[in-house]
Nanobody, 119 residues
Framework: QVQPVESGGGLVQAGGSLRLSCVVS????????MGWYRQAPGKQRELVTT????????NYADSVKGRFTISRDRAKNTVYLQMNSLKPEDTAVYYC????????????WGQGTQVTVSS
């Protein structure tokens, strides 16, 4: 069974850095994209960033541009999120998204990892 598995969350002071990882467990073909979403208490889940698996093309929410960087290791079916200059408003549960496109487009979500930024 395919499952994205996140790691790397934790508590950090404002201005600090964290690196999240998401590895895909299980056998999968045709990854279309992977990415990160986040959900703060009382708010809807929102896009942070995505990366197209074949081309490496990236997309970022305006709120994280210039501070967060997504990257991938295709050989390891792993995506990373380097988060720098963290702010208290970045506090949320971060979810890894895996989108497959064969034979149909299917989204798989990780269980989430907590990121807490203290002021």
């Amino acid at each position: 069974q395919v499952q994205p598995v996140e790691s790397g969350g934790g508590l950090v002071q404002a201005g600090g850095s964290l690196r999240l990882s998401c590895v895909v467990s299980g056998s999968i073909r045709n990854i279309r994209l992977m990415g990160w979403y986040r959900q703060a208490p009382g708010k809807q889940r929102e896009l942070v960033t995505t990366i197209t698996w074949s081309t490496g093309s990236t997309n970022y929410a305006d709120s994280v541009k210039g501070r967060f960087t997504i990257s991938r290791d295709r050989a390891k079916n792993t995506v990373y999120l380097q988060m720098n200059s963290l702010k208290p408003e970045d506090t949320a549960v971060y979810y890894c998204l895996l989108q497959n496109d064969y034979p149909n487009v299917v989204n798989y979500w990780g269980q989430g990892t907590q990121v807490t930024v203290s002021s």
